[in-house]
């Protein structure tokens, strides 16, 4: 052999009929290929909506992480996550997103309501004033979104009990004069409750679904998980939802 070629052995190298010695080339090509995940039957889109510091991001975060931070800074604008949950014999993708309460920034959140299948309108069960600016965000509602979205009344912050100004009761009322509207109280810090709005905000949307058509006539109803455009699309006109 000629001895250019003789390439002298490493230390510690193969012996014998030792496995657990073969190069890692050999382990790739020992591997099984991965089955590729399923793709989603549905995707939807579910928006977060009310007034400053009621917790909206906390209960995204909670329910998509399963985090929380007690230093929870203000969204400007918008975001979202991300979110996979089986329902219905269905595989669900969501995109869930957070709107910020500041009213300077409803020309641009008010963009998001249109393709919601799903709407959660939140507010503090420790701050009136949050409680009192329901009837604004129900005007957004009803001038933007679908009369079709599915609504969910949540107030937010049971673990601050002690300091509770809106009972449960008002806001059971507040929801009873609503059409169609779901009520919860949760605590993001807590996580209590809040897997449970989710599934069943989802379970309500789906029920109003046709779940057994081909995938080929659900692209309509199938939404992008690209970033909405900055540019607005156009608004539906204003609609009247309250009784």
């Known amino acids: 052999m000629d001895p250019r070629y003789d390439i002298p052995r490493r230390a510690g190298g193969v012996s014998g009929g030792n496995s657990s010695n073969l190069s890692p080339a050999l382990g790739v090509q020992s591997r099984r290929r991965k089955t590729p995940p399923r793709p989603a039957d549905f995707k939807l889109q579910i928006i977060i909506i009310g007034s400053r510091g009621v917790g909206k991001t906390s209960l995204m975060e909670r329910y998509t992480d399963d985090t ?13 996550k991300i979110k ?21 920034f409803n020309s641009i959140t008010s963009a998001y309501y249109r393709g919601a299948k799903g709407i959660v309108l939140v507010y503090d069960i420790t701050k009136q004033e949050t409680f009192d600016d329901l009837p604004k965000w129900m005007k ?16 937010n912050k049971m673990d601050c009990e002690s300091d509770r100004v809106i009972s449960r009761q008002q806001g059971e009322r507040f929801c009873s004069r609503i059409s169609g509207m779901r ?22 949307i789906l029920s109003k679904m046709p779940l057994e058509v081909p995938n080929k006539e659900l692209s309509g109803s199938l939404l992008s998980l690209q970033p909405e455009p900055e540019v607005p699309p156009e608004l539906p006109p204003p609609r009247v939802r309250c009784c």
């Open 68 to 80: 929380f931070s007690e230093a929870c800074k203000s969204t400007v604008g918008v975001d979202f």
């Open 84 to 104: 996979t949950v089986e329902l219905r014999g269905k595989k669900i993708r969501l995109q869930i997103w957070d709107t910020a309460g500041q009213e300077r």
């Open 140 to 155: 957004m509602i009803d001038k933007y979104a679908s009369e079709e979205a599915e609504l969910l009344l949540v107030g």
């Open 183 to 204: 009520f919860c109280e949760t605590s993001a810090k807590d996580n209590c409750n809040v897997d449970e709005i989710f599934l069943k905000l989802v379970d309500d």
